[in-house]
C-alpha cells in the first residue's frame, strides 16, 4: 500500500517438544539455512538465527503482510517435514506448540543479534528454562506455567 511504512524487529523463539535435545551439531546450520529460506521467500529480513539442542531463537525485521501466527507455523511444519525427509533425526522431531515473539526498537538490534549468536556461551550459565522466563519477566508478560513450554522436571531450577 502507497504512504505504508514500518519497521519492526521480531525475536522469535520456540523449542523441540518436550524440549528433547534433537537438533544436532553436524545439522544444525543446515536447518537454520532452510528456516532462512522460509523467512526470506515470505519477505521478512532475518537478522540473525540460532539454534541449540533443543530449541531455536530467529530475529527478523518482519514484513506486516504476513501474520506472524502463520510464519511460524509455516516456519515449523516445513522444517519439520525437512528434518524428516532428509532422516537427521533417529528420534520423532517435532516442535512444541506455541512460541515467543518478542519486539526490539532498531537501537537494540546489534545487542539481540550478539545475544542470539553467542547462545552456546550464555547457555553454559543458563538454562533455556531461566532465559525464557527472565524474558517473559522482562516483557511484562503475565503467563501461566502450564502454558509455558514443556520444561523437563528435571532440569536445574532456582
Not at 41 to 66: E, T
Not at 88 to 114: C, I, M, P
Amino acid at each position: 500500500m502507497a504512504n505504508t511504512y514500518t519497521q519492526l524487529y521480531i525475536h522469535l523463539v520456540f523449542a523441540v517438544k518436550n524440549r528433547n535435545a534433537l537438533i544436532k551439531k553436524e545439522w544444525k546450520d543446515d536447518l537454520e539455512k532452510y528456516i532462512t529460506g522460509i523467512v526470506q521467500n515470505n519477505k521478512h529480513k532475518l537478522l540473525a538465527i540460532g539454534s541449540m539442542p533443543d530449541h531455536i531463537h530467529i530475529f527478523i525485521g518482519y514484513n506486516v503482510n504476513q501474520l506472524l501466527p502463520n510464519l511460524v507455523e509455516q516456519i515449523k511444519t516445513s522444517s519439520n517435514a525437512w528434518i524428516k525427509e532428509k532422516n537427521l533425526s533417529s528420534f520423532k522431531f517435532e516442535w512444541q506448540k506455541g512460541y515467543g515473539a518478542f519486539s526490539h526498537s532498531r537501537k537494540q538490534l546489534d545487542t539481540v543479534v550478539n545475544y542470539i549468536l553467542t547462545q552456546e556461551e550464555h547457555h553454559k550459565k543458563t538454562t533455556f528454562r531461566e532465559e525464557y522466563l527472565e524474558t517473559l519477566r522482562e516483557f511484562a508478560i503475565e503467563y501461566r506455567n502450564e502454558y509455558v513450554f514443556e520444561f523437563l522436571e528435571t532440569e536445574n531450577v532456582s
